[in-house]
């Protein structure tokens, strides 16, 4: 079955630290690739999606993320976070092909950022 | 706003009562999803709607769950003789792509807990 794997239950960092969170999937056709957040007390929204073209995408807040196709991977980087970037993070694919576009999530990373 | 709204965002059940879950999507949205949501994981489908047809409810995990969109806007998820293993955050997803692969926009959800 399809699975989203998210290696970091929970990051601590200090602001201006840089920040990786790993995102690996097993589908070997072809996907589009979601990072959401979540702020305390808010829902879901979108930070940045991948469906095809430059690997490297941007988001929102400085956020970015690259998809390696033989990887299997689509990696969230920011290079200097804010104690505002306090969250959960998810990520997500919903694969092409089929009548629609159900997300499969992975169980989704907490980043917490002291001041 | 122009968002998803969910009520109730809090419901309470005794073992054994029936709830139903309200969901307004952005309007004219075309594609509607229910996922569920334990504590500490991600999200997981539970079922598609494409305008008012339902075309998708593999994830509806046991026949005590119903979900409806007669008009193609509202939809109500339903759960039957609730059992403690639903106790979960519902939420509601829509977008405006015609098969949801594009960006779902998710509302706060509604958290249920079964006592």
């Known amino acids: 079955a399809q699975s989203v794997s998210q290696h970091n239950h929970h990051v601590i960092l200090s602001e201006a630290a840089s920040l990786e969170l790993g995102c690996n999937y097993s589908?070997?056709?072809?996907?589009?690739l979601f990072w959401y957040v979540q702020y305390p007390g808010q829902h879901l929204q979108l930070l940045l999606k991948?469906?095809?073209?430059?690997?490297l995408v941007k988001g929102i807040k400085g956020f970015e993320a690259e998809f390696i196709k033989s990887k299997f991977s689509f990696n969230l980087r920011k290079p200097s976070v804010q104690w505002s970037d306090t969250a959960e993070y998810f990520c997500?694919?919903?694969?092409?092909?089929?009548?629609?576009?159900?997300?499969?999530f992975g169980k989704g990373t907490k980043l917490s950022v002291k001041p | 706003g122009a968002g998803v709204s969910q009520s109730p965002r809090y419901k309470v059940a005794k073992r054994g009562q029936d709830v139903a879950l309200r969901c307004d999507p952005i309007?004219?949205?075309?594609?509607l999803f229910w996922y569920q949501q334990a504590l500490g994981q991600g999200p997981e489908f539970l079922t598609y709607f494409q305008n008012e047809a339902q075309l998708d409810k593999s994830g509806l995990p046991s026949d005590r769950f119903f979900a409806e969109r007669p008009e193609g806007s509202v939809s109500t998820l339903k759960i039957q003789r609730t059992q403690q293993e639903d106790s979960a955050v519902y939420l509601c997803?829509?977008?405006?792509?015609?098969?949801?692969?594009?960006?779902?926009?998710f509302g706060p959800g509604t958290r249920l807990t079964v006592l």
């Open positions: 997500a694919v919903n694969k092409l092909g089929g009548s629609q576009g159900n997300l499969i």
């Open positions: 997803a829509s977008s405006s792509s015609p098969t949801g692969r594009d960006t779902q926009y």
């Open positions: 991948y469906f095809s073209g430059d690997p």
């Open positions: 589908y070997g056709g072809t996907v589009n």
């Open positions: 309007s004219g949205h075309v594609s």
